[in-house]
C-alpha cells in the first residue's frame, strides 16, 4: 500500500498477504483525491471511512492533512493493521479506528457529524444498492458534507435525489452524493 499524495506521500506499507480485500488501485485514488480537491479543504474536514479495509484512504487523508478521521473495519486484523500504520505515520491524535460492522455502525444512536464520507464496501453485499440510502439518512454526514461511494459498474445511483457525479477509472467506479445542492457543495462549503 502506497500514499500517493500530501506530507507522508511515497510511504510504503506492507499489507499482510492473508488479507481478504479489495483495495483501491493508486490510479483511481489519485484521480479521485484530484477530482475532492475541488470539493474539500481537507485541513477542515472531518472525515469517516467506512469499510476501510487497508485504510489506505484513511492513511491518504490524514497524508493530506484531513484535521481528523474516524476509520471503520470489522475484521480485527485489518483493524490492528490501520492502528498500525497510523503510528507508523504519527497521526494517532487525528485519527481513530472502530472495530465494528458498518452497518451496525450506521444505526447506532450518538450521532457525530462528518465532512466527508467515503465508503468503499465489498462489492458482493447485498445491501450495496441501498448503502447511499443508508448513511445519507444515518445522520452522519452534516448537510453541505459530501458522500463518495466505490462501486462496480453495474451499479447506477443517478436517480438518487443527492446524487452529483459519478466517476470511472477502470473497473474502479465512484459515486458522489451532496447534502445540499451541488452548487452549494464546493471547496470551502465543506
Known sequence: MRIIGG???RRLF????SFNARPTTDFAKENLFNVLAHYLDWEEVVALDLFAGTGSISAEMLSRGCARVVAVEQRREHATFIRSVIEKLGEGDRAKVLQTDVLRYLRMPGVAEFDFIFADPPYKLDQLADLPEL?????????GGLLVLEHPGNYSFEEHPLFVEHRSYGSVNFSFFAKGSPQETTRRSI
Request: aromatic letters at 0%.
Open 7 to 9: 506530507k507522508h506521500k
Open 135 to 143: 448513511i445519507l439518512s444515518s445522520g452522519r454526514l452534516r448537510p
Open 14 to 17: 506492507d499489507v499482510p498477504k
